[in-house]
């Protein structure tokens, strides 16, 4: 049987001398493993399709409950972000982030469109990297069904607190307590806002706000935490992601 699909590959193994494993996240089945037989190759016509960080339309054939690539051609490669090491980087965090949340046999359009916004608007708009990560993550946090209750503080109802619980997903101002309370980072006036406006704005829009450059690494600290923690989950690319940055500051 023989499957045409919309994907993006999320993560390439090399298997062998000529072959790789990906995984893909296709546009309408969810999260697919394909062997790709060959592509390794230089002559291979699978090779640019068949990239990290690739969206192309695939023609997989299915044979005793295994898929393999039979056909490829690439729709979009990102190509900026292949000219720039933190942005490949980073760019490999979401996609690897991505591939937590997504689900075999569950197709997810909008988290397919995420990805692929988010990657567009670190390399073609040019977007600050903190913004696009703390939005990303913020969103992907809310379509793995952890979004927070950004409305009010949790216990005394002011709409402007100044604390947020990572654990629970709630607001709190400095000097109110929940019974259950958990780890709480402090909350700027414009951090909040820019909150608000990732998990309710027009995903079109997800990437359009702004803030101040210092307002932006809080807001990524936060958005980060707040996904590790519900994920219960940590990502080697994005350490690789931060060692980079950590030796562009050193030299």
């Keep these: 049987m023989y499957i045409k699909t919309e994907a993006i590959v999320l993560r390439e193994v090399e298997i062998n001398e000529a072959d790789k494993l990906l995984d893909l996240l296709s546009k309408d089945r969810g999260l697919l493993t394909v062997k790709a037989r060959g592509v390794r190759r230089g002559s291979s016509p699978l090779k640019s399709a068949c990239q990290l960080l690739t969206l192309s339309e695939f023609t997989l054939q299915e044979y005793r409950g295994k898929l393999s690539v039979q056909e490829a051609q690439s729709l979009e490669q990102f190509r900026p972000l292949r000219d720039n090491i933190e942005l490949l ?4 965090y979401f996609a690897q982030a991505t591939g937590a949340v997504a689900q075999e046999d569950a197709p997810n359009p909008a988290l397919l469109s995420l990805l692929c ?41 002011s709409e402007e607190p100044d604390r947020f619980d990572l654990s629970q997903g709630t607001l709190s101002c400095a000097g109110c307590r929940a019974g259950e309370s958990g780890i709480r980072m402090p909350l700027s006036p414009g951090m909040l806002m820019a909150m608000r406006y990732i998990i309710w704005c027009d995903p079109k829009r997800l990437f359009s706000f702004t803030l101040e450059d210092d307002g932006l690494r809080e807001l990524s600290s936060i958005t980060e935490a707040y996904l590790m923690t519900q994920l219960e989950h940590s990502f080697y690319t994005l350490d690789f992601y931060k060692s980079l940055l950590h030796y562009g500051e050193s030299i």
């Design 89 to 92: 980087a980073l760019g490999s």
């Design 117 to 157: 916004n988010a990657l567009y608007a670190l390399g073609t708009l040019r977007r600050p990297q903190p913004l696009v990560k703390a939005a990303f993550e913020l969103r992907l946090a809310c379509m793995a069904g952890f979004t927070p209750d950004l409305s009010a503080c949790a216990v005394c109802g």
